[in-house]
Structures are given as C-alpha cells and as structure tokens.
T-cell receptor, first 111, second 114 residues
Framework: GENVEQHPSTLSVQEGDSAVIKCTYS??????FPWYKQELGKGPQLIID?????GEKKDQRIAVTLNKTAKHFSLHITETQPEDSAVYFC??????????FGPGTRLSVLP | GAGVSQSPSNKVTEKGKDVELRCDPI?????LYWYRQSLGQGLEFLIY????????KSGLPSDRFSAERTGGSVSTLTIQRTQQEDSAVYLC????????????FGSGTRLTVV
C-alpha cells in the first residue's frame, strides 16, 4: 500500500523568508496530492492540491511541485507571515483508495 | 450547511462509559470519513462511507468502535466502554466522491476519557 513520508517534522523560519516542506510517496498509482494546513484547535484545511498530470501549481504565496519520476512533491511558501504558523500535512491518493497522510510538519514563523 | 459540522466540540467521559460523536457532512457529498488525531500526532484513518456501499471499516482499532451513516448523510461514531487511550480529537471529513477531490474537514470532537 501507499506510504507517505514528510520532512522536516518541525521548521522555524524568520518572517519574510521562504519555507519548503517535502513529501515522498511509494505507490506510483497515486495521482492526486493535496496539502492541508491545521491551526490550533481546528480541523485541517485544504490549501492547495496538484494532480499527476501537472508539474507545478501556484496560488499567490504558496506553490506545490511534483516529480512523478522521483515520487516526491513539495510545498513552497514564500514571504512567510506569522499567520502561516501551523501544522501542514501532505497526502497521496492512489486512485480508488483513501488518502494516506504524511505525519505533519510544524511550521513556526518568527516575527 | 456550508461546512462539515461536528458535535459535540468537546466531550469528557468516565472510563467505561459509551460515547456518540456526530458528523453532519456538506450537503451532496457522498463520501464521508472518520479520522483520529492523538495529541501532536498525524491523522489515523478509522472508517469510510461512500453512498450506499458497505463501509470500509479497516481502520477501526477495536470492536468497541463502530459507525453508521443514516440516509447517506449524518454519521455517528460510537465508542463503547471507553478507555483512556481513546482520548483524542476525532475528525470527520466529506468529499464529493472518493477520487481526486480534497476532503473538507470538520473542527473535530475532542474526547477526554478520565
């Protein structure tokens, strides 16, 4: 079955710097890769996703890149702000199967 | 409603008691999922419902856990004879279908077993 690894587990950046979180997956059948942001006391919220027929997707300060050959995808946050501080989860979805989530990355943006 | 609604938001129960957690998904979403998140941990899959099909119960940790979904909408997760290790946040999510769509999560029910 699918296995998703995520690194780093914690990440601290200065406000205004960029943050990058990387995930790898094992099942080449996975074709959809969402990213979730979870703030304290709330449920995870979908912030961006990418499908396997696309290599990169951008939405304002966040972007996701996908390398199908290497089976990894990354979340990029530019010009970080204190409100970006949260736990971020990646996930992979083998077609017809439930999502498999990574273990999460705790991002802290220091003012 | 506009989002996934879960109730109660917090529940404190004594060890050995039964609890019921409710999830009201987004109208029209045929797929519904339950996840468990222990303190500071990731998301543990519990159970999945898709329309009128038999649920995927492969993630339920023991036979004390059960869930049902009535009329293809509201779902109830029941934990019988609660144990302290059941303490966690229980998250419900829904999506238009199983494939190629992100989940919309509720805010969760924080269960504390004392």
């Amino acid at each position: 079955g699918e296995n998703v690894e995520q690194h780093p587990s914690t990440l601290s950046v200065q406000e205004g710097d960029s943050a990058v979180i990387k995930c790898t997956y094992s099942d080449s059948a996975s074709n959809y890769f969402p990213w979730y942001k979870q703030e304290l006391g709330k449920g995870p919220q979908l912030i961006i996703d990418i499908r396997s027929n696309v290599g990169e997707k951008k939405d304002q300060r966040i972007a996701v890149t996908l390398n199908k050959t290497a089976k990894h995808f990354s979340l990029h946050i530019t010009e970080t702000q204190p409100e970006d501080s949260a736990v971020y989860f990646c996930a992979a979805n083998p077609h017809g199967q439930n999502f498999v989530f990574g273990p999460g990355t705790r991002l802290s943006v220091l003012p | 409603g506009a989002g996934v609604s879960q109730s109660p938001s917090n529940k404190v129960t004594e060890k050995g008691k039964d609890v019921e957690l409710r999830c009201d998904p987004i109208s029209g979403h045929t797929a519904l999922y339950w996840y468990r998140q222990s303190l500071g941990q990731g998301l543990e899959f519990l159970i999945y419902f898709q329309g009128n099909s038999a649920p995927d119960k492969s993630g339920l940790p023991s036979d004390r856990f059960s869930a049902e979904r009535t009329g293809g909408s509201v779902s109830t997760l029941t934990i019988q004879r609660t144990q302290q290790e059941d303490s966690a946040v229980y998250l419900c999510a829904s999506s238009p279908d199983r494939n190629n769509y992100g989940y919309t999560f509720g805010s969760g029910t924080r269960l504390t077993v004392v």
